[in-house]
């Protein structure tokens, strides 16, 4: 095998190990578990950094980079429409985090 095949094959699976770590931390998450949530989110981050990898929207938006935690809207961030921008405020920590809103 070639090292680049190699180093494709390293970050597929690093991949879908976020993606399994996404799911776990958001059950967590959803059941009130937010000290473990947070464990895997911290794997999640530790993960994409080390194979570069860019986290999809939809993970970023549930993920707060202050504390770590899993954003639950409506349970720990609240979510409002901005001036045509998505601002999510991360209850635990108070920061903000925007998107533009398509
Ligand atoms: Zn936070």
């Given at each position: 095998m070639k090292r680049s095949?190699?180093?494709?094959?390293?970050r597929r699976i690093a991949k879908e190990r976020i993606r399994i770590l996404f799911s776990l931390a958001e059950s967590y998450a959803?059941?009130?578990?937010?000290?473990i949530s947070?464990?895997?989110?911290?794997?999640?981050?530790?993960i994409a950094r080390k194979y570069n990898i860019r986290l999809p929207r939809e993970m970023k938006y549930r993920?707060?980079?202050k504390c770590n935690c899993f954003i639950i809207p409506g349970k720990n961030a609240t979510v409002r429409l901005k001036k045509g921008k998505v601002v999510i405020k991360c209850l635990e920590c108070d920061r903000y985090k925007r998107y533009?809103?398509?």
């Open positions: 095949d190699k180093k494709k094959l390293a959803k059941r009130g578990d937010l000290d947070s464990r895997y989110v911290e794997l999640i981050l530790k993920i707060c980079k533009p809103y398509k």
